[in-house]
């Protein structure tokens, strides 16, 4: 197959599909509850939930995928001897012996696959999470350093909020509380909303763009 | 949803596809208006030639967002910069390390990666060792980055896509590794992570104008285009309701 055949007719695919799946939105409720055309609805809502259904068994192999990806980008380290090569040879091992375990003990919701989790994966996600605080703290030690008026008002502020956080702060001022609560639910807020109002509007253009066939990234 | 609500979605929907399909007609016949300066994208700009100058990496972090789920849209914003990347390394030969979280981002950035060299199979080869899928687990994704960041000859960082508190455990690292670093999330919560360690920064919507401003899309610059008008819709009803609410 030609590749231009091919990209038109991944083209057409997305299309249909994404149109279905949005259709699926509206007419669902429109037509049932206005037009009472309720087999239109039956029929967009059936093949929506039938794509969908597929979304998951893609996903599902794009994770087997992501497995060959892993495997082969280490092998190819440890082929080439690159930088590092200790931590393939880890994560390779690690990977095969997790692999043996899942496979001889009864799959992943065997004890000793649970162990695992519970025991290594878990407590090593605890342990790369409580980095955060001393990475905050770094982070902020660099932020809160006052260059210009833009960085004046972000220490400004900051340090009314953490004045305002804290109980004792009454003390020093009564009015911490409330105008960290100012800052939170007027300044800061008005901010947030707009800056969601900005990424609402540019995800719509992004699907929108998918919909119209003018971005096509899942055709090569 | 009410019907009330869908209709009022559809409507929004009906006139953002109308203006989508204006602005493109008039990008088309070459009415290009100017679009404001990003420093972040005039420094990324020059990344490809640092990568080159110095041999060292280029890494693209797209973050733990899917192509299945409400984060598409980060994720897509991230594969338009992979998309500009791409075609700079099938000019200059030096492929951008790529990670994500999520395999189905994976299967994106590899095609994203195979259309920039058309059909040169041996770049394309090499161009895939570069695409890497860490883990799913953020805690896991942000190890392995740190990893990567810190073990390969990294030169400069970018990390545009969805990312939650993960962010900061990465971008620290990059600073500490002195590593050049651009960053862009649409998630508020890590927006102050982003601002506290990247040198660029791509804030909310920004990061989605990026095949606008790096590859000059028609289709791009008229969804920019579009945003623009319709926030300006959004302004206009706000006040009106604001003005109503108070005279009422």
């Given at each position: 197959m030609g590749v231009r055949i091919r990209r038109i007719l991944t083209t057409v695919v997305a299309i249909v599909v994404g149109l279905f799946v949005l259709a699926d939105i509206f007419v669902s409720q429109l037509t049932t509850n206005i037009l009472g055309l309720g087999?239109?609805?039956?029929?967009?809502?059936?093949?929506?939930?039938?794509?969908?259904?597929?979304?998951?068994?893609?996903?599902?192999?794009?994770?087997?995928?992501?497995?060959?990806?892993?495997?082969?980008?280490?092998?190819n380290r440890i082929n080439t001897n690159k930088p590092g090569?200790?931590?393939?040879?880890?994560?390779?091992?690690?990977?095969?012996?997790?692999?043996?375990?899942?496979?001889?003990?009864?799959?992943?919701?065997?004890?000793?696959?649970?162990?695992?989790?519970?025991?290594?994966?878990?407590p090593l996600e605890a342990t790369i999470f409580a980095l955060l605080a001393l990475f905050i703290a770094t982070a902020a030690f660099r932020a809160f350093r006052i260059r210009n008026l833009e960085t004046f008002f972000f220490v400004l502020f900051g340090v009314i909020v953490l004045l305002g956080q804290i109980p004792l702060s009454i003390y020093?001022?009564?009015?911490?509380?409330?105008i960290k609560d100012w800052i939170l639910n007027v300044p800061t807020l008005a901010g947030v909303r707009g800056i969601l109002l900005g990424v609402a509007l540019g995800t719509i253009a992004t699907g929108l763009r998918i919909l119209m066939g003018a971005d096509r990234p899942y055709t090569d | 949803m009410a019907a009330e609500s869908l209709i009022f979605t559809l409507v929004i929907l009906l006139i953002f596809v109308g203006l989508v399909l204006f602005f493109l007609a008039r990008?088309?016949?070459?009415?290009?208006?100017?679009?404001?300066?990003?420093?972040?994208?005039?420094?990324?700009?020059?990344?490809?030639?640092?990568?080159?100058?110095?041999?060292?990496?280029?890494?693209?972090?797209?973050?733990?967002?899917?192509?299945?789920n409400e984060t598409t849209a980060d994720s897509l914003a991230g594969l338009s910069i992979l998309s500009y990347l791409a075609e700079q390394a099938a000019l200059t030969g030096v492929h951008p390390t790529v990670s994500m979280a999520d395999p189905t981002v994976m299967l994106f950035a590899q095609n994203v990666v195979k259309a920039a060299h058309e059909g040169d199979r041996h770049r394309v080869e090499e161009a895939f060792q570069n695409v890497r899928w860490i883990a799913s687990q953020p805690a896991a994704y942000a190890a392995g980055?740190?990893?990567?960041?810190?073990?390969?000859?990294?030169?400069?960082?970018?990390?545009?896509?969805?990312?939650?508190?993960?962010?900061?455990?990465?971008?620290?690292a990059a600073v500490r590794q002195d590593v050049s670093h651009i960053g862009g999330t649409s998630n508020p919560n890590t927006l102050p992570f982003v601002y506290a360690s990247a040198q660029e920064t791509l804030l909310g919507e920004e990061m989605f104008a990026a095949g606008a401003y790096l590859q000059k899309r028609p289709a791009h610059i008229a969804s920019l285009l579009t945003q623009d008008a319709m926030r300006w819709l959004v302004f206009v009803a706000i006040v009106v309701g604001v003005l109503a609410a108070s005279i009422r």
């Open positions: 087999f239109i609805n039956q029929t967009i809502h059936g093949f929506s939930a039938l794509f969908v259904s597929w979304l998951t068994i893609i996903v599902a192999f794009a994770l087997f995928l992501g497995f060959i990806n892993v495997i082969s980008v280490h092998l090569i200790i931590y393939s040879v880890v994560l390779l091992l690690s990977l095969a012996f997790t692999l043996i375990v899942g496979f001889s003990t009864g799959g992943p919701n065997s004890i000793s696959s649970q162990a695992m989790f519970e025991y290594v994966l878990q020093l001022w009564p009015e911490f509380p409330v | 990008v088309r016949i070459g009415r290009v208006p100017h679009l404001r300066r990003i420093q972040a994208f005039e420094t990324l700009k020059g990344f490809t030639g640092r990568a080159v100058e110095t041999g060292r990496i280029l890494h693209l972090s797209l973050g733990i967002g899917s192509m299945a980055v740190m990893s990567l960041l810190g073990v390969d000859d990294i030169e400069t960082n970018v990390m545009v896509g969805n990312f939650g508190d993960e962010y900061l455990l990465m971008g620290e």
